[in-house]
Antibody, heavy 125, light 109 residues
Framework: EVHLLESGGGLVQPGGSLRLSCAAS????????MTWVRQGPGKGLEWVST????????YYADSVKGRFTISRNNSKKTLLLQMNSLRAEDTAVYYC??????????????????WGQGTLVTVSS | SYELTQPPSVSVSPGQTARITCSGD??????AFWYQQKPGQAPVLVIY???ERPSGIPERFSGSSSGTTVTLTISGVQAGDEADYYC????????????FGGGTKLTVL
Protein backbone atom coordinates (compact mmCIF):
# COMPACT_ATOMS: atom_id res chain seq x y z
CA GLU A 1 0.00 0.00 0.00
CA VAL A 2 1.28 3.42 -0.96
CA HIS A 3 1.83 5.80 1.92
CA LEU A 4 2.70 9.49 1.54
CA LEU A 5 3.49 11.68 4.53
CA GLU A 6 3.99 15.42 4.22
CA SER A 7 5.88 17.59 6.70
CA GLY A 8 7.41 21.04 6.98
CA GLY A 9 4.34 23.22 7.09
CA GLY A 10 3.92 26.04 9.55
CA LEU A 11 3.48 29.78 10.06
CA VAL A 12 5.74 32.06 8.02
CA GLN A 13 5.75 35.80 7.41
CA PRO A 14 5.08 37.25 3.96
CA GLY A 15 8.27 37.18 1.92
CA GLY A 16 9.62 34.27 3.91
CA SER A 17 10.57 30.75 2.87
CA LEU A 18 9.54 27.24 3.78
CA ARG A 19 10.50 23.77 2.58
CA LEU A 20 7.97 20.98 2.45
CA SER A 21 8.84 17.30 2.37
CA CYS A 22 6.87 14.22 1.40
CA ALA A 23 8.14 10.82 2.50
CA ALA A 24 6.94 7.95 0.32
CA SER A 25 6.70 4.23 1.01
CA UNK A 26 5.07 1.21 -0.59
CA UNK A 27 6.03 2.11 -4.15
CA UNK A 28 8.98 2.10 -6.53
CA UNK A 29 9.35 5.83 -6.04
CA UNK A 30 11.56 6.65 -9.01
CA UNK A 31 9.02 5.13 -11.38
CA UNK A 32 6.41 7.77 -10.79
CA UNK A 33 5.99 11.47 -11.39
CA MET A 34 5.02 13.24 -8.19
CA THR A 35 2.89 16.31 -7.72
CA TRP A 36 2.02 18.98 -5.17
CA VAL A 37 -1.60 20.11 -4.99
CA ARG A 38 -2.81 22.78 -2.57
CA GLN A 39 -6.15 23.81 -1.11
CA GLY A 40 -6.72 27.24 0.34
CA PRO A 41 -9.03 27.62 3.35
CA GLY A 42 -12.56 26.88 2.20
CA LYS A 43 -11.42 26.64 -1.40
CA GLY A 44 -10.98 23.99 -4.07
CA LEU A 45 -7.99 22.01 -5.25
CA GLU A 46 -5.20 23.77 -7.14
CA TRP A 47 -2.38 22.00 -8.97
CA VAL A 48 0.98 23.52 -7.93
CA SER A 49 3.87 21.56 -9.43
CA THR A 50 4.94 18.20 -10.86
CA UNK A 51 8.31 16.49 -11.24
CA UNK A 52 9.07 13.51 -13.46
CA UNK A 53 10.23 10.19 -12.04
CA UNK A 54 13.92 10.81 -12.54
CA UNK A 55 13.63 14.50 -11.77
CA UNK A 56 14.65 15.72 -15.20
CA UNK A 57 11.40 17.54 -15.97
CA UNK A 58 9.53 19.96 -13.77
CA TYR A 59 6.29 21.86 -14.26
CA TYR A 60 4.77 24.76 -12.32
CA ALA A 61 1.50 26.63 -12.07
CA ASP A 62 1.82 30.24 -13.20
CA SER A 63 0.91 31.35 -9.68
CA VAL A 64 4.11 29.87 -8.21
CA LYS A 65 6.53 29.92 -11.13
CA GLY A 66 9.81 31.58 -10.17
CA ARG A 67 9.09 31.31 -6.45
CA PHE A 68 8.66 27.56 -5.82
CA THR A 69 11.10 24.77 -6.71
CA ILE A 70 10.14 21.11 -6.79
CA SER A 71 12.78 18.41 -6.42
CA ARG A 72 13.13 14.81 -5.34
CA ASN A 73 15.62 12.42 -3.79
CA ASN A 74 14.85 8.98 -5.17
CA SER A 75 17.35 7.19 -2.95
CA LYS A 76 15.50 8.56 0.09
CA LYS A 77 12.05 8.32 -1.54
CA THR A 78 11.41 11.96 -0.73
CA LEU A 79 9.62 14.72 -2.62
CA LEU A 80 10.46 18.35 -1.77
CA LEU A 81 8.95 21.76 -2.39
CA GLN A 82 11.07 24.82 -1.68
CA MET A 83 8.79 27.84 -1.34
CA ASN A 84 10.30 31.33 -1.43
CA SER A 85 8.82 34.84 -1.47
CA LEU A 86 5.68 33.51 0.15
CA ARG A 87 2.48 35.49 -0.08
CA ALA A 88 -0.75 35.47 1.90
CA GLU A 89 -2.47 33.76 -1.03
CA ASP A 90 -0.08 30.81 -0.68
CA THR A 91 -1.83 29.92 2.59
CA ALA A 92 -3.19 26.42 2.06
CA VAL A 93 -2.97 22.76 2.90
CA TYR A 94 -0.33 21.26 0.62
CA TYR A 95 -0.80 17.67 -0.51
CA CYS A 96 1.71 15.48 -2.27
CA UNK A 97 0.24 13.00 -4.71
CA UNK A 98 1.44 10.10 -6.84
CA UNK A 99 0.73 10.72 -10.47
CA UNK A 100 -0.34 8.28 -13.16
CA UNK A 101 -0.31 9.21 -16.81
CA UNK A 102 -1.16 7.85 -20.22
CA UNK A 103 -1.58 9.06 -23.76
CA UNK A 104 -4.17 8.51 -26.45
CA UNK A 105 -3.96 9.49 -30.09
CA UNK A 106 -5.45 12.84 -29.12
CA UNK A 107 -3.79 13.90 -25.90
CA UNK A 108 -1.93 12.90 -22.77
CA UNK A 109 -3.59 12.73 -19.38
CA UNK A 110 -2.48 12.93 -15.78
CA UNK A 111 -4.30 12.00 -12.61
CA UNK A 112 -3.56 11.17 -8.99
CA UNK A 113 -4.27 7.82 -7.39
CA UNK A 114 -2.60 8.27 -3.99
CA TRP A 115 -2.50 11.35 -1.75
CA GLY A 116 -0.86 12.28 1.51
CA GLN A 117 -2.81 13.80 4.40
CA GLY A 118 -1.44 17.26 3.76
CA THR A 119 0.56 19.87 5.65
CA LEU A 120 -0.74 23.35 6.47
CA VAL A 121 1.18 26.43 5.37
CA THR A 122 0.05 29.75 6.82
CA VAL A 123 1.54 32.97 5.48
CA SER A 124 0.75 35.82 7.82
CA SER A 125 2.42 38.62 9.74
CA SER B 1 -6.30 27.46 -20.56
CA TYR B 2 -9.93 26.53 -20.22
CA GLU B 3 -12.03 25.99 -17.11
CA LEU B 4 -14.06 23.16 -15.63
CA THR B 5 -17.41 24.22 -14.20
CA GLN B 6 -19.28 22.34 -11.48
CA PRO B 7 -22.45 23.22 -9.58
CA PRO B 8 -21.58 24.41 -6.06
CA SER B 9 -23.99 22.01 -4.40
CA VAL B 10 -26.20 18.98 -4.95
CA SER B 11 -28.64 17.57 -2.41
CA VAL B 12 -30.31 14.17 -2.37
CA SER B 13 -32.11 11.94 0.10
CA PRO B 14 -30.61 8.61 1.19
CA GLY B 15 -31.20 5.87 -1.36
CA GLN B 16 -31.69 8.29 -4.24
CA THR B 17 -29.34 8.91 -7.16
CA ALA B 18 -27.01 11.89 -7.15
CA ARG B 19 -25.66 13.32 -10.39
CA ILE B 20 -22.80 15.78 -10.33
CA THR B 21 -21.85 17.48 -13.58
CA CYS B 22 -18.65 19.02 -14.84
CA SER B 23 -18.60 21.16 -17.98
CA GLY B 24 -15.74 22.29 -20.14
CA ASP B 25 -15.35 23.21 -23.79
CA UNK B 26 -12.47 20.79 -24.33
CA UNK B 27 -14.05 17.81 -22.59
CA UNK B 28 -15.21 16.12 -25.83
CA UNK B 29 -11.53 15.46 -26.53
CA UNK B 30 -10.36 14.96 -22.99
CA UNK B 31 -10.76 12.34 -20.31
CA ALA B 32 -12.06 13.35 -16.91
CA PHE B 33 -11.25 12.15 -13.43
CA TRP B 34 -13.24 12.47 -10.19
CA TYR B 35 -12.14 12.81 -6.58
CA GLN B 36 -14.10 12.57 -3.33
CA GLN B 37 -12.96 14.66 -0.38
CA LYS B 38 -14.54 14.30 3.03
CA PRO B 39 -14.04 17.06 5.65
CA GLY B 40 -10.51 17.13 7.03
CA GLN B 41 -9.35 14.35 4.73
CA ALA B 42 -7.28 14.06 1.57
CA PRO B 43 -8.97 13.59 -1.80
CA VAL B 44 -9.63 10.04 -2.99
CA LEU B 45 -9.80 9.04 -6.66
CA VAL B 46 -13.24 7.55 -7.42
CA ILE B 47 -13.37 7.63 -11.25
CA TYR B 48 -10.66 7.75 -13.92
CA UNK B 49 -10.76 7.84 -17.73
CA UNK B 50 -14.33 9.20 -17.60
CA UNK B 51 -15.90 5.99 -16.33
CA GLU B 52 -13.36 3.57 -14.87
CA ARG B 53 -13.53 2.74 -11.19
CA PRO B 54 -10.37 2.13 -9.09
CA SER B 55 -10.27 -0.99 -6.99
CA GLY B 56 -12.07 -0.53 -3.70
CA ILE B 57 -14.53 2.05 -5.01
CA PRO B 58 -18.13 0.81 -4.75
CA GLU B 59 -20.07 0.03 -7.91
CA ARG B 60 -22.53 2.74 -6.83
CA PHE B 61 -20.05 5.25 -8.26
CA SER B 62 -20.07 5.60 -12.04
CA GLY B 63 -18.99 8.15 -14.60
CA SER B 64 -20.14 9.13 -18.05
CA SER B 65 -19.35 11.65 -20.75
CA SER B 66 -21.50 13.43 -23.30
CA GLY B 67 -20.29 16.35 -25.36
CA THR B 68 -18.92 19.11 -23.18
CA THR B 69 -20.22 17.56 -19.95
CA VAL B 70 -19.03 14.69 -17.81
CA THR B 71 -21.17 13.32 -15.00
CA LEU B 72 -20.43 11.50 -11.77
CA THR B 73 -23.40 9.38 -10.73
CA ILE B 74 -23.79 7.95 -7.25
CA SER B 75 -26.60 5.40 -7.01
CA GLY B 76 -28.27 4.50 -3.72
CA VAL B 77 -26.65 7.44 -1.95
CA GLN B 78 -25.60 6.80 1.64
CA ALA B 79 -24.89 9.25 4.45
CA GLY B 80 -21.21 8.40 4.15
CA ASP B 81 -21.16 9.73 0.59
CA GLU B 82 -21.59 13.29 1.85
CA ALA B 83 -18.44 15.04 0.67
CA ASP B 84 -16.97 17.48 -1.81
CA TYR B 85 -16.45 16.08 -5.29
CA TYR B 86 -13.95 17.49 -7.79
CA CYS B 87 -13.58 16.80 -11.48
CA UNK B 88 -10.15 17.06 -13.09
CA UNK B 89 -8.77 17.13 -16.59
CA UNK B 90 -5.86 18.59 -18.51
CA UNK B 91 -5.26 21.32 -21.01
CA UNK B 92 -6.01 20.52 -24.62
CA UNK B 93 -2.47 21.22 -25.75
CA UNK B 94 -0.19 20.27 -22.89
CA UNK B 95 -0.57 17.77 -20.03
CA UNK B 96 0.09 20.65 -17.65
CA UNK B 97 -1.40 22.57 -16.03
CA UNK B 98 -3.69 20.02 -14.48
CA UNK B 99 -7.14 21.55 -14.10
CA PHE B 100 -9.64 20.99 -11.31
CA GLY B 101 -13.26 22.00 -11.27
CA GLY B 102 -14.41 24.22 -8.43
CA GLY B 103 -15.94 21.32 -6.53
CA THR B 104 -19.48 20.26 -5.66
CA LYS B 105 -20.72 19.78 -2.11
CA LEU B 106 -22.95 16.70 -1.97
CA THR B 107 -25.41 16.91 0.90
CA VAL B 108 -27.36 13.84 1.96
CA LEU B 109 -30.62 15.08 3.42
Amino acid sequence: EVHLLESGGGLVQPGGSLRLSCAASGLTFSTYAMTWVRQGPGKGLEWVSTISGRGGSTYYADSVKGRFTISRNNSKKTLLLQMNSLRAEDTAVYYCAKELGYCTSISCFRYFDSWGQGTLVTVSS
Amino acid sequence: SYELTQPPSVSVSPGQTARITCSGDALPNQHAFWYQQKPGQAPVLVIYKDSERPSGIPERFSGSSSGTTVTLTISGVQAGDEADYYCQSTDTIDPYPVLFGGGTKLTVL
